[in-house]
């Protein structure tokens, strides 16, 4: 019979396929059940095939669909050929790879053999590391009560520290007191220096440089054609040799070459600025110098210089 000639073949090649791979089609499984079925019952119709005609009429239509059954399986088992082909490739790639991973294990086995014998050694330092971190630890506990100690010592110096803040505090108010004292003493002085000047300088320009005061000397300001102004210390007319001259001065406690040169920079420059085409004579007054060059650099710059002591003797001469 037919059926049971294709029924077997399929059972060779579902047996072959089970060998090769574990999936299975359920399909053909059920096929391999229907067609067992099928030819069990043609068995018995053709026992009763006289008897019972229609119903061989019947299987001779379902035994048509049943070989269209088989045809879709046999284009299933052919595609399943396809697939076992490409399976197959797969496999030899797949031993391939394994040959790669096989020889990849064995270098990573002489590795991890090496490995093993470094950390042996390892193993070794560890233990020397472990004795001498035990032995740390003690160091660190006997530092750890120093420290503490230490603390201990340092709140302490914070709250000095605390007392001496508050007492520089208290001293930086009382020097800004005495700051502010001097520099009011200083003014005084200055005023007082001034005062003097305007009284001693006369005679002693006219003795000294020929220069006779005409108007009284005063602390005046001079402005310019933009209204800056600036301050003069010691300001007043004279004549020198018949010609009319504006006397500038400033008096400073200290007279230095640095307070020489700020003194023509600041004052001598302007003033001749506003009163251009007028003879200036400068004159600075102090209570006393830098050291002894100042004088004379003074007398280079064209800068009389006269001291608070001068005062006192010119005010004592008849």
Same mark, same amino acid.
């Given at each position: 019979?037919?059926?049971?000639?294709?029924?077997?073949?399929?059972?060779?090649?579902?047996?072959?396929?089970?060998?090769?791979? @574990?999936?299975?089609?359920?399909?053909?499984?059920?096929?391999?059940?229907?067609?067992?079925?099928?030819?069990?019952?043609?068995?018995?119709? *053709?026992?009763?095939?006289?008897? $019972?005609?229609?119903?061989?009429?019947?299987?001779?239509?379902?035994?048509?669909? @049943?070989?269209? =059954?088989?045809?879709?399986?046999?284009?299933?088992?052919?595609?399943?050929? =396809?697939?076992?082909?490409? @399976?197959?490739?797969?496999?030899?790639?797949?031993?391939?790879?394994?040959?790669? $991973?096989?020889?990849?294990?064995?270098?990573?086995?002489?590795?991890?053999?090496?490995?093993?014998?470094?950390?042996?050694? $390892?193993?070794?330092?560890?233990?020397?590391?472990?004795?001498? &971190?035990?032995?740390?630890?003690?160091?660190?506990?006997? @530092? /750890?009560?120093?420290?503490?100690?230490?603390?201990?010592?340092?709140?302490?110096?914070?709250? *000095?520290?605390?007392?001496?803040?508050?007492?520089?505090?208290?001293?930086?108010?009382?020097?800004?007191?005495?700051a502010r004292q001097l520099g009011g003493m200083a003014m005084d002085l200055?005023?007082?220096?001034?005062?003097?000047?305007?009284? /001693?300088?006369?005679?002693?320009?006219?003795?000294?440089?020929?220069?006779?005061?005409?108007t009284p000397l005063t602390r005046d300001f001079v402005e310019d054609d933009?209204?800056?102004?600036?301050? *003069?210390? &010691?300001?007043?007319?004279?004549?020198?040799?018949?010609?009319?001259?504006?006397?500038?001065?400033?008096?400073?406690?200290?007279?230095?070459?640095?307070?020489?040169?700020?003194?023509?920079?600041?004052?001598?420059?302007?003033?001749?600025?506003?009163?251009?085409?007028? /003879?200036?004579?400068?004159?600075?007054?102090? $209570?006393?110098?830098?050291?002894?060059?100042?004088?004379?650099?003074?007398?280079?710059?064209?800068?009389?210089?006269?001291?608070?002591?001068?005062?006192?003797?010119?005010?004592?001469?008849?």
């Open positions: 019979m037919v059926q049971a000639e294709v029924a077997r073949q399929l059972e060779t090649l579902i047996r072959e396929l089970r060998a090769d791979y @574990h999936r299975i089609d359920e399909r053909l499984a059920r096929l391999v059940q229907v067609t067992e079925q099928h030819s069990e019952q043609i068995a018995r119709l *053709v026992q009763v095939t006289e008897q $019972h005609s229609v119903q061989i009429a019947e299987l001779r239509a379902t035994t048509e669909r @049943h070989s269209e =059954q088989i045809a879709e399986n046999t284009r299933a088992i052919e595609r399943l050929v =396809q697939v076992t082909e490409q @399976h197959s490739v797969q496999i030899a790639e797949l031993r391939a790879t394994t040959e790669r $991973h096989s020889e990849q294990i064995a270098e990573n086995t002489r590795a991890i053999a090496e490995l093993r014998a470094v950390v042996e050694k $390892h193993s070794e330092q560890i233990a020397e590391n472990t004795r001498a &971190i035990a032995e740390l630890r003690a160091v660190v506990e006997k @530092h /750890s009560e120093q420290i503490a100690e230490n603390t201990r010592a340092i709140e302490r110096l914070e709250r *000095v520290v605390e007392d001496l803040v508050k007492a520089e505090q208290r001293l930086t108010r009382r020097t800004d007191d005495i200055g005023y007082l220096l001034e005062n003097d000047a305007y009284e /001693s300088l006369p005679p002693l320009l006219e003795r000294d440089y020929g220069v006779r005061v005409l933009k209204g800056n102004e600036y301050e *003069v210390n &010691i300001f007043g007319e004279g004549e020198r040799d018949g010609e009319r001259v504006l006397i500038v001065g400033e008096c400073k406690t200290q007279l230095s070459k640095q307070e020489i040169d700020r003194f023509l920079r600041r004052k001598i420059k302007p003033v001749q600025r506003i009163f251009s085409g007028r /003879s200036v004579f400068p004159v600075m007054v102090g $209570h006393a110098v830098t050291s002894k060059q100042v004088q004379r650099y003074a007398q280079e710059r064209g800068v009389a210089v006269y001291l608070s002591y001068q005062f006192r003797r010119s005010s004592r001469q008849p």
